[in-house]
């Protein structure tokens, strides 16, 4: 049983086990998804306990209980206790709904609607440092507006320590975790609706 | 900010696709990069040589992708799955994403109208019951906070659907928050770059 399985409830020979099973590929490698961006044999310059920070807050935007108690335990754990009060704080002081944000200027421009402000108190900022406080700066623009892209993100990003190769990573534990966090919720949802 | 060829409506048309960060260059592609594209024609394309910056992050994504979307051992059609690509790609605002995958759609299903529809009037457009139903599903998914429930299970099996299609809906639509994220972020759609051939 994997951490989708896991989190859903899915026993071996459920229905939903059998479900999971007929896209066995995906389900191996959305696991495996799982494990090289959490908790990779070499993390490089993006730590192990950075990313279970990441990963707290981002399953903290998404509001969805049994993925966001999973990531803030694992976080606890990689990270500690200090940590993981921090990044909770941090959740609860930038909460907000979406897909929101702007398009580039023409016809869509009258679908645009504001974007969420991503501000720390100064307490939780300096808890968290400048190099996190960058990464989640970066994860709740991809979360809540991604639409918002621009090249000026990434300057911020660069300054305060995150190099090439992990904003790669970054950009994929955010975006995978998006992915997770929906299948666990969809699933558990079909799962209570036989 | 977005450049001035930047295309600003969705379309089915083919445009390319500019990164915001240095991809790696393809004389520095090794044979684990080369692993990890799984598809040597892929190290021409800009996106794939970016997300080789993560060679094992990106392998496991594409495996997980190619599965979700082309087993097509019962469960959903592909004009289905492609439509919730289409639909979560149209709410989320990826107009490069969207115009890949609502070709894809208007193609399997034979049903260019609809799909243009959607990409006109957004994911509230009425496309049928069926793909209603479908677009509903996705949309739900991919809100924040999320509102998908039963009523959207209930929803696809009156469409007909089976449980192993409705989770082809669900993982299509969730791979979609992943594969448009990092399209919306790291780069930007151009109509002045030749299509790269970066499908998702």
Known sequence: MDVIDT????VPGSRMDALRDGRKVARTH???SYEVLLTPTTPGDFGI???????????????APPTAAHYSEALATHGGAALARAVAAAVA???????????PPGPLSIEDTPAPVFALSPEVAAALGPKLVAGLAHAHYLVLHPRDAAPSRFPPLKAAGWTDDSIVSLSQLVSFLAFQIRVVAGLGVLAATP | MPDATAPNVFTRAQMGWVSFVEPLAESALTAQHMA????????RSEYFRLLARDPDALEHRTRTDKDIFYNTQAGAPRADRELAAAAVSRFNGCIYC???????AATYAKREADVDRLLAEGVGADLGERWNAIVAASVALTAIP??????????????GMDDLAISDIIQAASFFNWANRLMLSLGEPSADRPPNGAAR
Not at chain 1, 49 to 63: D, K, P, S
Not at chain 1, 93 to 103: C, D, E, H, R, V
């Open chain 1, 7 to 10: 989190l859903v409830g899915i």
């Open chain 1, 30 to 32: 959305a696991q495996r």
């Open chain 1, 49 to 63: 306990a950075e990313r279970f920070a990441v990963a707290a807050y981002v399953a903290g935007l998404h509001q």
């Open chain 1, 93 to 103: 002081q930038t909460l907000a709904q979406g897909p929101s944000g702007a398009y």
């Open chain 2, 36 to 43: 990890a594209l799984i598809d040597a024609a892929r190290a």
């Open chain 2, 98 to 104: 969207c115009s890949v995958h609502a070709r894809f």
């Open chain 2, 146 to 159: 999320m509102t998908f429930g039963p009523e959207h299970v209930a929803r696809l099996r009156a469409a």
